[in-house]
């Protein structure tokens, strides 16, 4: 669930409604896996489900799944 304000989104078409509305642009990524490497560890994520937010020129991804 995604609160804005006083109102709450479960349904993800109204969130992607909202976000249009606000210029935003909404690109579910079609991947296996996600990978994160830091100076010490790497993060793998599997399955993993990748959403592209493109506000005003700035991309941002959102990741979910299991860390394996």
Known sequence: FI???DVM???PRQLHTLL????????ELNVESVTIETDNKK???KPAQVVELNAKGTRT???SGNIT
């Open 3 to 5: 609160i804005q304000g």
């Open 9 to 11: 989104f479960g349904d």
């Open 20 to 27: 249009k509305q606000m210029g935003v642009k909404v690109k």
């Open 43 to 45: 993060i793998i994520i």
């Open 61 to 63: 991804f959102s990741i």
